[in-house]
């Protein structure tokens, strides 16, 4: 069955760096992604970065436009574990991030397109 467990999150100043760490297993698909969404209050859930595979073998990344130039998605075969590496973080960052994996490759970046979620962490951004 399958299952995604995350880390990482926490409190930074404006201008730092976080990486979120996130390990989905159990997964039977040949073709599948894993991506990164976040909620900020009172918001709606924001896809932020995908990345595909086949067959286990990494493939394609996509990223909203929120997300382009500071965060980067990638992953670790040792480890398997997909990271969202996040820079120069702004207070309007601040949300709770999930890791999810969805049935389907391709840019996959709506909530509707995911069946497994993660537990979520909280991102606060400020001084």
């Known amino acids: 069955q399958e299952q995604v467990v995350q880390s990482g999150g926490g409190l930074v100043q404006p201008g730092g760096s976080l990486r979120l760490s996130c390990v989905a297993s159990?997964?039977?698909?040949?073709?599948?992604?894993i991506g990164w969404f976040r909620q900020a209050p009172g918001k709606e859930r924001e896809g932020l970065a995908c990345?595909?595979?086949?067959?286990?073998?990494?493939?394609?990344?996509f990223y909203a436009d929120s997300a382009k130039g500071r965060f980067t998605i990638a992953r670790d075969n040792v480890k398997n574990t997909v990271y969202l590496q996040m820079n120069s973080l702004k207070p309007e960052d601040t949300a709770v991030y999930y890791c999810?994996?969805?049935?389907?490759?391709?840019?996959?970046?709506?909530?509707?397109?995911?069946?497994?979620w993660g537990q979520g962490t909280q991102v606060t951004v400020s001084p």
């Open positions: 990345l595909n595979f086949r067959n286990d073998r990494e493939g394609r990344k």
């Open positions: 159990g997964i039977t698909f040949d073709y599948y992604s």
């Open positions: 999810a994996i969805s049935p389907w490759d391709g840019e996959r970046l709506d909530e509707y397109e995911y069946d497994y």
